[in-house]
């Protein structure tokens, strides 16, 4: 557990140092700032979609980041890069969580029209950051 | 063909299958069991209170609502209503009914005649018509406030669901099969919610378990600000996982409370209740 939150630590760590070169590069040579803006808010919007209770609603079951009220009927999500490190897989877990467990009570995302691609990989954007 | 005789062969097993080899029985203790070792703190009696059995903190409220419960108002309306109604023939609900007392224990029980799950809130209709009156609504208004009144009269009698003979096998596995599927866009069934889930948070919803569920019925809810049938309570389930919902007395809804009360058999009736 404590290997996979220092490793998390660690990855953001280094995804900050990015994040501010590329911010100070961006400074200097304003045309990168514009896909800078659209990553940050593809993340956003991930978040947003993943908090809100007329879209995703996944706190309902899942305890994530800095959502309040959630859930605790399905396991928290955290460590995401570590844990899923083929998006495919967290984008299928998403859009048809029954192809993993056909049992599953999560809701097939996709597959029943509840989110759409762009939606979803929007939250896989968010999810990654976690 | 011979793929669809093989086919069909096989539908017909697994239809007698689930015929003759349906043990209510059985599945009844298997149903108890799983509740009673996954609370074993949980006094088996207290299942009737709900999400109240499991959670100090909501147990807490839900007693300091009881104080000056929000049903009693149903309740003495619902006498009034059972009392005071006369039909157009001068006949009265005391005519199909006796005094009311002691009532609440004879339903759901399966009419070998009419083939159909009769539950009380049917049998109040059936009454009324009987006599000439029109059917009320059956998941709020004065129908949930006779029910009210009655179940109040019925407290502390027990549970005791009859299931026998092939059709009341077939409505009882029918009742099951509605209950273990998966429906609506969120895809849920009920035993996702109210059985493994049970006693876990849906945001800040503890879910309850579904031993006991009948019992309290009808309900008053501070959402509703109302009194309601078991009916409407599962349409409201229905609707929760964006399900198309049914009418009351649906032939779905009385199969699901047969099967439901079956489960529940030798705890409390304790209606009506109080929920948020």
Known sequence: MTEIFSLARCRVYLFRSIMFSLISFSSTYALSKGTLDIETTRVEQGEKLAFDRKSGN??????????????????????????????QKLTQQISNSLLSNEDSIMPPFGLHGLLNEDQISKIVDYLYTL | M???????????????????????????AAFKSYFHNKFPDVDKPDFINGVYALDSNAREQWMEIEEFPPYEI???????????TRFTDGKSYSHCFGTGQHLRKKYPYFDKERT???????????CREKHGAKPLKYKIGDLAKISA??????????????????????????????????????????????????????????????????SHFPVYRLKWGSIGTLHRRFSGCNSQVRAKSQPGQSEDYRNLEFFLSYMSNDLEFNGPGVRR
């Open chain 2, 74 to 84: 149903a309740i003495d309306e619902g006498e009034a209503l059972f009392n005071n």
């Open chain 1, 58 to 87: 996944c706190l309902a079951c899942h305890a994530i980041g800095l959502g309040t009220m959630s859930g605790n009927l399905a396991p928290p999500l955290f460590a995401m890069k570590e844990r899923f490190p083929n998006p």
């Open chain 2, 2 to 28: 011979k793929k669809l005789v093989f086919l069909i062969t096989g539908l017909t097993v697994a239809l007698y299958g689930t015929i003759l080899f349906a043990e209510p029985e059985a599945e009844q």
């Open chain 2, 149 to 214: 009144y009655l179940s109040y009269h019925s407290r502390g009698d027990v549970i005791d669901v009859i299931v026998s003979g092939p059709a009341a096998i077939q409505a009882y596995n029918k009742g099951k099969e509605y209950y273990y599927t998966k429906r609506g866009q969120l895809n849920f069934a009920c035993v996702d919610c109210h059985v493994s889930s049970a006693g876990k948070r849906l945001r800040t919803e503890i879910l309850s378990p579904s031993l006991g569920h009948v």
């Open chain 2, 116 to 126: 159909q799950v009769v539950t009380m809130e049917l049998a109040i209709n059936d």
